[in-house]
């Protein structure tokens, strides 16, 4: 206040004078703000204290991250109705698989696709990579039980799925992409684990579809998918519309 008294200034004119130097502190204070902003959105993820139920308050590039199945929920992944609303064979014999090609399955849960996807690389191996053991153990129960010995069960992380760089052919992702907590860590990681020239495939409930009776944050659109596949250098190839809910998304590491 005892700055505006000594400025001495009376009448209309005075008023514009306080005004106009109001308007600048304002101004000021506005690109101070502005400037925050910035900073905050240049980070990766952003955590709000409102929202979904569903979710885990975390966002990426506008997405809220979606809550993890835990173990618990290894039944319904098994579930005998997943045969005919998922179609399981129709996805793995889309993959166009070599029979050497090493597959890297993110998020395996109880190797529902792993298992399926051995079958087809009978000289390879299918790395059934999750980051709960309790899912591994049911891995190496029914990977006895099928007597199966080419899914190898990986203990990996909230951030890195620990795979050996430029080892794997194709990444999968079934289902589970939109629960991870670090989405760009991990892509980063299966960026570097994969082959030159080897491929991603991310298979989601299409968020486009609002009939599709699934919640909306293990829903996925096909934009969002490419909006966030792009960060991490993979390059768009195509999404085989051949499965009756899902999208199966398929990226490329470029050779180069």
Request: glycine letters at 8%.
């Amino acid at each position: 206040m005892n700055f505006f008294k000594n400025l001495k200034i009376k009448g209309w004119g005075g008023a514009l004078v306080i005004l106009l130097i109001l308007t600048g502190l304002i101004f000021a204070g506005s690109r101070t703000l502005n400037s925050e902003t910035t900073v905050s959105a240049d980070t990766v993820y952003e955590q709000r204290t409102i929202h979904s139920p569903d979710g885990i308050g975390k966002f990426y590039m506008g997405r809220e991250i979606a809550q993890v199945m835990g173990h618990q929920g290894a039944g319904w992944l098994e579930r005998q109705s997943r045969e005919y609303e998922e179609q399981p064979d129709k996805l793995v014999n889309s993959l166009n698989l070599n029979p050497k090609d090493v597959v890297a399955d993110i998020g395996a849960g109880t190797g529902y696709i792993s298992f399926r996807i051995a079958r087809l690389v009978p000289d390879g191996k299918v790395l059934a990579v999750d980051i709960q053991p309790e899912m591994l153990e049911i891995i190496e129960f029914l990977k006895k039980e099928k007597k199966i010995s080419n899914v190898e069960p990986v203990l990996g992380t909230v951030s890195d799925p620990n795979l050996p760089a430029e080892s794997v052919d194709l990444a999968i992702m079934v289902d589970a992409y939109h629960e991870f907590e670090y989405p760009r860590e991990v892509m980063e990681a299966i960026v570097k684990a994969l082959k030159p020239g080897g491929r991603v495939v991310l298979v989601e409930y299409r968020g486009e579809n609002p009939f599709i009776a699934i919640k909306a944050l293990h829903k996925m659109t096909e934009k969002q998918v490419r909006k966030e596949m792009v960060p991490v250098g993979l390059v768009w190839k195509e999404n085989k519309d051949v499965l009756p809910q899902q999208h199966i998304l398929i990226f490329e590491k470029p050779k180069a």
